[in-house]
């Protein structure tokens, strides 16, 4: 089960929160520069109560200040704190005296510039108690469905009835997106900074639960709670809430921005993806692919299909719609039998009838004509449908033909119920008017052909993993498994006997074998049979190759004892510090028809990430690998096995006999019980080769590092 918001921050706490998200009064604490704040929330049309705090002034610009918190008329929902780092818990302090709801810090100079600023966050916090507060460092919210603006500067955002809610840990990206014409519904926009109380988990919780809200995006440096959002994700996927993401941060100077840019942890860039990909989170690549994914979701919603019917003004836009489609594994149904008779009807002989369709320009300009060829695309139902459309410059006296077409594109697309979108292969030939008219119709006006394509192939993506993940009714196993930290000491390296046997307790198959002495090496190569290999075993060499401290295919007792005298020299001349008076005899296996390797390790915050790949000697040299976090499924590991470049080779590639996947995906997860069980404790983890056979699957290399 996934925690709730109380249950993780308390009743009084999600009570607070609810209360600076939508509130019914609200003040501002500040110099002059805040006076401005109240009338742009009376021009947004903010109903409730709003109040100033200034101890200097009787009055700003006509509005009246209280001189303190406590002379307040009543204790606020929300507050906007505009006061220096030091003062701001003082405020704080009081506002949760008077029983305020919440408080936006908006200075900056706490966690993000070190220890000193800390320690000045953590005070921020014991005087906050359970009020919610967003920052420090951040620069505010806006409320569109209220009206409600607690915000330093002007916003350009409208006030809408629904749309999406917006979360970001940059002041200057919330700042540019309010300002946006690209006509994105914004229910609510959040600048997070700091993340100290209310982290982005904690609001994706309290949108999941607003009917108005269609989706969310998130854009983010790191998070400081991966458990929290993978639960907060995963109700919003059961809602039906879709999560669009762009994650900073993914260069390596990327990352060393956002490390001094916020205090936020930015992490791997592999594991963000194995994160966004178990959740359905989708993931953009800047921020116009973020507001047009967002723009399509909340307008238009998700495709129940990932087919497409596409109409083109030209031959060349409807080429290039085929070829982005195709990229993006669109779907685009031939045109059928009743669509092909309409089409005659009204295109002229040489027009070719196909799908994306050039629709030429015999029908421009007719509304019965345009509306006919709509339905004939249109009517087979398709998951989604789009109409590329450029509009000229107004003065050339050519945009009411386009009007006719669009409206009747979006006529048609409700009346066979798809999911609608208008795309301009240039941003900049999308009118605001027609963008407001579209949208009013349910139809996203999508800008640039290329994000336009992106966003539909994204949630059609998106509307496919939900629908897998509830057929799988496997949404409890969706959050990423809470792992020790690594704090308790010096790990302990096991070497390969303890570690084969400790992971063969939780169903690892591995060759029949014995730990003896030098001595006894050859008699107990005679009692598992021929042919053997031989190993020395210590936790001290964790690389035996390189110590030439393995032998493979040994037939005979003498090849034996040969060779552990051998491998004893060799061991001595490259660690001499190393004993070798335990020798691994093992059972040869069959030749392979490839090598995999399945290694856990555990990732600061994340838990613990299993990855699979080439093994062998392919590990460095062809770096093919996936990574999913714990817990996995079944299903996960087998379609990440698939999915590798060497996944053909596992099927049975030009003729070659396929390898027993149903046994190496036992073998997985066999190894992804024991990391489980041993959350607390395990480090890392590295089975390399596990061997795929025509008929099984052995693992005959394996080491753990454990926790002291």
Not at 229 to 254: C, D, N, Q
Not at 540 to 566: D, F, I, W
Request: some cysteine; hydrophobic content about 50%.
């Amino acid at each position: 089960m996934t925690s709730t918001p109380a249950a993780r921050g308390g009743a009084a706490a999600s009570a607070n929160l609810r209360r600076l998200l939508d509130p019914a009064s609200i003040a501002f604490v500040g110099g002059r520069a805040i006076a401005g704040a109240v009338q742009r929330c009376r021009d947004f049309g903010f109903a409730g109560d709003i109040w100033l705090v200034n101890p200097v002034h009787a009055e700003i610009d006509g509005v009246r200040c209280h001189a303190s918190v406590a002379d307040l008329p009543a204790a606020p929902d929300a507050v906007f704190v505009a006061v220096p780092a030091r003062q701001a818990i003082d405020v704080v302090r009081a506002l949760a005296a008077r029983g305020a709801g919440g408080a936006i810090v908006y200075a900056s100079g706490f966690s993000e510039t070190g220890e000193d600023g800390a320690a000045l966050q953590d005070a921020l916090l014991n005087a906050a108690g359970d009020m919610a507060v967003l920052g420090p460092n951040c620069y505010g919210l806006i409320n569109g469905l209220i009206g409600c603006a607690l915000w330093p500067v002007a916003h350009g955002a409208p006030r809408v009835g629904s749309g999406v809610a917006v979360i970001t840990q940059s002041g200057n990206l919330a700042y540019n997106l309010s300002m946006s014409t690209r006509g994105v519904p914004f229910a609510y926009l959040a600048s997070v900074g700091n993340q100290a109380s209310v982290d982005i988990a904690r609001l994706i919780d309290a949108f999941v639960d607003d009917s108005r809200i269609r989706a969310i995006g998130v854009h983010l440096e790191g998070l400081k709670d991966v458990r929290a959002f993978s639960e907060a994700a995963t109700r919003a996927l059961a809602r039906g809430v879709p999560i669009v993401a762009l994650k900073s941060g993914t260069s390596t100077l990327g990352a060393q921005l956002a490390l001094s840019h916020t205090s936020s942890l930015a992490g791997s860039d592999t594991l963000y993806d194995a994160l966004f990909r178990r959740l359905g989170v989708i993931r953009a690549k800047d921020p116009v692919g973020l507001v047009e994914t967002l723009k399509l979701l909340a307008i238009g919603g998700v495709p129940a299909r990932r087919t497409l019917a596409a109409l083109a003004t030209s031959g060349g836009d409807a080429g290039l719609v085929a070829d982005l489609g195709e990229a993006r594994a669109i779907d685009f149904p031939p045109v059928g039998d009743a669509g092909r008779d309409a089409l005659r009807a009204v295109l002229p002989p040489y027009a070719t009838i196909a799908n994306p369709l050039d629709f030429t320009t015999t029908p421009w300009g007719n509304a019965d004509a345009m509306r006919a060829c709509c339905d004939a695309l249109l009517a087979a139902r398709p998951g989604a449908a789009a109409m590329i459309l450029d509009y000229p410059q107004e003065a050339t006296g050519e945009r009411p033909a386009c009007d006719i077409a669009a409206q009747a594109f979006a006529a048609s697309a409700r009346q066979h119920g798809v999911v609608g979108a208008v795309i301009s292969v240039f941003p900049d030939l999308t009118p605001p008017d027609h963008a407001a008219r579209m949208a009013a119709a349910g139809i996203a006006p999508l800008q640039g052909l290329a994000e336009g394509i992106d966003a539909l192939g994204a949630a059609m993506t998106y509307g496919d993993t939900r629908r897998r993940l509830l057929d799988a009714d496997c949404m409890s196993t969706l959050p990423v498994l809470r792992a020790g930290d690594g704090r308790h000491g010096t790990p302990t390296l096991h070497d390969e006997w303890a570690s084969k046997r400790m992971l063969a307790e939780y169903g690892l198959a591995v060759p029949r074998a014995e730990c003896v002495s030098r001595s006894e090496a050859p008699a107990a190569a005679e009692r598992l049979g021929f042919p053997v290999c031989v190993k020395v075993v210590s936790d001290q060499l964790p690389h035996k190759t390189e110590a030439g401290a393995v032998a493979l295919k040994l037939t005979s007792a003498e090849a034996v004892a040969q060779a552990v005298e051998r491998m004893a020299a060799q061991v001595a001349r490259y660690a001499p510090h190393v004993t070798v008076d335990r020798i691994l005899v093992e059972r040869m296996a069959d030749a392979p028809l490839l090598e995999l390797i399945v290694g856990v390790k555990r990732e600061p915050n994340f838990g613990l990430a299993l990855v699979l790949g080439a093994g062998g000697v392919l590990v460095e040299l062809i770096r093919d690998t996936a990574t999913l976090l714990l817990p996995v499924r079944e299903a996960d590991v087998r379609d990440a096995l698939l999915g590798l470049k060497l996944g053909p080779l596992l099927t049975g590639y030009r003729g070659r006999p396929a390898a027993d996947l149903d046994a190496i995906v036992a073998n997985v997860m066999s190894i992804a019980r024991f990391a489980e069980a041993h959350a607390d404790t395990l480090v890392e983890l590295d089975v390399n080769p596990l061997l795929a056979l025509e008929r099984g699957s052995v693992a005959v290399d394996a080491l753990i590092r454990l926790d002291a």
